[in-house]
């Protein structure tokens, strides 16, 4: 059984900057693609940068440029930079890991990340 673990989030002002982690239990981590998501209230649940076992990048247009993805797989974890953060940022924010065949689909509880003045 996987369990992830996220932390990192909570208020910032706009412009400001959070790092979240995600810690993974489970083996062969380093196999998984490992991502972020996030869910603003009356929203549906959008990926937000995901990153693959060849560390492979992907992100939503939205956070191109502010947002950066990494992983660590000697600590299995996850991380997720975000700078230059702005209001439309708030929300929650889940870890993902899931393997290429499908079979392994885990998320975590997430972290509130809210961007206010």
């Known amino acids: 059984q996987v369990q992830l673990v996220e932390s990192g989030g909570g208020l910032v002002q706009p412009g400001g900057s959070l790092r979240l982690s995600c810690a993974a239990s489970g083996s062969l981590f380093s196999t998984k693609i490992m991502g972020w998501y996030r869910q603003a209230p009356g929203k549906e649940r959008e990926l937000v940068a995901v990153?693959?076992?060849?560390?492979?990048?992907n992100y939503a247009d939205s956070v191109k440029g502010r947002f950066t993805i990494s992983r660590d797989n000697v600590k299995k974890a996850v991380y997720l930079q975000m700078n230059s953060l702005k209001p439309e940022d708030t929300a929650v924010y889940y870890c993902?890991?899931?393997?290429?065949?499908?079979?392994?689909?885990?998320w975590g509880q997430g972290t509130q990340v809210t961007v206010s003045s």
């Open positions: 990153i693959t076992s060849d560390y492979s990048t």
């Open positions: 993902n890991l899931r393997s290429r065949s499908g079979l392994d689909d885990y």
